[in-house]
């Protein structure tokens, strides 16, 4: 007998990410929980694979016992080091550094100092050498998602991330998705220190505006924290035509990649409790990638959120 | 007016700053007394190719908050990329727009508004 159950589908991507996300129970405490690969084939992507890794680190943590069905099907996971967080023995023999790969696998980031190290090895296990660019926006969302978890999730356990290049083979798209992903209080029980946050994807809504933060209430926070990463990494996701994905207690944000946007209340779906904070960021690599561009985008759907421009840029004085 | 340089590092392997509690250091320690004895600061980027908004954020939004605009002219961003200066404006462009909401007093911003 389960006290929880999560099952993983054929198709664990953001594009359908209800499909895993609303039917899963993350129990934490004591108890055993069934993790069910789907029977045939499982992909998933890694803000998944992130997902079950900080769950299953406080879970067991806590005294539970993660218990897996068709692990035969879920090489992927096993690959990325998925059956050290579930505290069991890799079902299949996995290559710890495969040269065709280019993935950064499961990692648990507690210090600025865990986080150095994983930037100062993405470009090597993405092979993002030659594209210098695409580079760029990958450290730069990286660095931001985690530092968010360090300060503001209050998990013992830190982050965990994983992410992978995808050739255009499978969807014509060429792209790196990251995920980062800990089982801490969750953004609403954040917020709520400073703001009125009715539910769970109220919490999600206010998170991802510009000038919000946890740390302090007021526009643009404190001498630390601005409360602006989660706008602008979704702005720099966005530039680039690619995802960007939040999800935290009972509710899940996704953007859309329709021209014509709904609107953001529109992309709020509910889910299955999750216990801690998921992300899911990819960033679209083109042969004419521009992180300058991508940034100046960025920054001009920052300037729409915050209606206008200061006068004061034009003081600034670059030498 | 004396100046002080401040080199900005990034993260070791990587052309990324983004350390932000070595921003707060550099701030608390260096910036932010720099500033308060009437001085100037050049803010050196040249060994840093890109920045991440927070740690430019953590670096210089409290001396704006503190000193306002005025404060511009005393803070030279030496040897920036283009990626570095798109940080860098973002980052004072909302901050002067908090600060001049925080500082407006109500009725001027009703017939600011309104004109």
Redesign the interface.
Known sequence: MSDGRIFVPNAAVVRSAQNFLRPATWPLGRGTTEVEFHPRYCHMQPWVLAALGAWGIEYRSAGGEITVTNAERAAYGWRFGLADYFGIPSPVVTQQHEESGRFVALRTIKT?AD??DL???I?TLLHLADEPQDA?AV??IM??MV?NVLEHSESPHGAVVAAQYYPPRRTGRRYVSIGVADAGVGVRKTLSRNYSVASHGDALLKAIQ??VTGAVP???GS????G??LA?TRSMAGATQGYFALASGSAMFRTSLAQRKPPDHQLVKEIGFFPGTIVCVEIELREDSD??AV??TA?GA??EA?Q??????K????? | MKTVTIKIKPVPGTSLAENKDEAKRLREDKILPQLAAGGGLKLDFSAASFVTQSFVHALISEALRRYGEPVLDRIDFHGCSEDVQQVVLTVVDYTMQAHQAATTPLSAAKATTTA
């Open positions: 600025s986080l150095a930037l100062a090895s470009v760029r450290l730069y660095s931001e530092r510009p000038g007021g526009q643009y001498a630390d924290n601005a602006a990463g602008m992180f300058t940034l100046g920054r920052f300037g915050i206008g421009s200061s006068e004061a840029v003081k600034v004085r670059f030498s």
